[in-house]
T-cell receptor, first 112, second 115 residues
Framework: ETGVTQSPTHLIKTRGQQVTLRCSSQ?????VSWYQQALGQGPQFIFQ???????GRGNFPPRFSGLQFPNYSSELNVNALELDDSALYLC???????????FGPGTRLTVT | QQQVKQSPQSLIVQKGGISIINCAYE??????FPWYQQFPGKGPALLIA?????SEKKEGRFTISFNKSAKQFSLHIMDSQPGDSATYFC??????????????FGQGTILTVHP
């Protein structure tokens, strides 16, 4: 059984640029959730995708958007990057929106 | 109302001791309470979880105690080992409503186990 994978591992972008982060869900899971974890903080929920549709969203602006593909992998897109977007971005997959969520290793994004 | 409050912020325990981390919540719609362990540079790993119809759940050295009336739950790590040194997060998730599927995390506890 393959766990949750994310790419890239690290990324450095300049303020104002756009970034795309990728996540492959664990085998058998059809739900993907994205979280932002600032240094020294707990993860904050960005949004969740279930069967290719957004299924809930946290307090993040519209420049944070996502996609889920038929194979249940997912992308997180962030436009017009700001310095405060620097964080660890975590993807979690689950069998449903309410069941146990398993996290990937994260993508460390640095915005300069 | 979505907040989960976690204490202490940091904890130092001797090898073989008991580590206790506490969490409290406000939202009675929360229906599932997992604990995650996170090592530096890694994603959180699910340790153990409980639903509110159970007062205690034990898995190996890890035990969750749950007090529904007080809206509090805690993680006990028995016989703590240096390898347990990590950041621990409590979390909660509602069964329905607009926050369905949204894990709300506590602020985290940095546990250090001295040999």
């Amino acid at each position: 059984e393959t766990g949750v994978t994310q790419s890239p591992t690290h990324l450095i972008k300049t303020r104002g640029q756009q970034v795309t982060l990728r996540c492959s869900s664990q085998s058998g899971h059809n739900t993907v959730s994205w979280y932002q974890q600032a240094l020294g903080q707990g993860p904050q929920f960005i949004f969740q995708y279930y069967r290719e549709e957004e299924n809930g969203r946290g307090n993040f602006p519209p420049r944070f958007s996502g996609l889920q593909f038929p194979n249940y992998s997912s992308e997180l897109n962030v436009n017009a990057l700001e310095l405060d977007d620097s964080a660890l971005y975590l993807c979690a997959s689950s069998m449903t929106g309410f069941s146990e969520q398993y996290f990937g290793p994260g993508t460390r994004l640095t915005v300069t | 109302q979505q907040q989960v409050k976690q204490s202490p912020q940091s904890l130092i325990v001797q090898k073989g001791g008991i580590s206790i981390i506490n969490c409290a919540y406000e939202n009675t719609a929360f229906d599932y309470f997992p604990w995650y362990q996170q090592f530096p540079g890694k994603g959180p790993a699910l340790l153990i979880a409980i639903r509110p119809d159970v007062s205690e759940k034990k898995e190996g050295r890890f035990t969750i105690s749950f007090n529904k009336s007080a809206k509090q739950f805690s993680l006990h790590i028995m016989d703590s080992q240096p390898g347990d040194s990590a950041t621990y997060f409590c979390a909660a998730i509602p069964a329905g409503g607009t926050s369905y599927g949204k894990l709300t995390f506590g602020q985290g506890t940095i546990l250090t186990v001295h040999p």
